[in-house]
């Protein structure tokens, strides 16, 4: 069975940081794609940054030059590191896992972050 955990959500005030961490547990994040997703509320889930096995990384235009997604594999864990956060940051964030292997996709359970004086 594949768990994703997240952790390092909360309140924030504009301009500062946090640090999202991802483990895993059933699968390797090894060879995998990983990446954070988000969905504040009355919208859809979006896509936030995506760590591709190959090892490129892609962004969404709105947290470019602010966001940093890496993973270390030796720990099984992806983080997304968020500088400069803005109230429009607002939203519940979601770790993703594709299993290139078994052809799915798995989600963690989410975590939430505020923005907000």
């Known amino acids: 069975q594949v768990q994703l955990v997240e952790s390092g959500g909360g309140l924030v005030q504009p301009g500062g940081s946090l640090r999202l961490s991802c483990t895993a547990s059933g699968m390797l994040f090894s060879g995998n794609t990983v990446g954070w997703y988000r969905q504040a509320p009355g919208e859809q889930r979006e896509l936030v940054a995506l760590n591709i096995r190959s090892g490129s990384t892609n962004y969404a235009d709105s947290v470019k030059g602010r966001f940093t997604i890496s993973r270390d594999n030796a720990e099984n864990t992806v983080s997304l590191q968020m500088n400069s956060l803005k109230p429009e940051d607002t939203a519940v964030y979601y770790c993703?896992?594709?299993?290139?292997?078994?052809?799915?996709?798995?989600w963690g359970q989410g975590t939430q972050v505020t923005v907000s004086s």
């Open positions: 993703n896992a594709y299993d290139h292997i078994r052809l799915r996709a798995y």
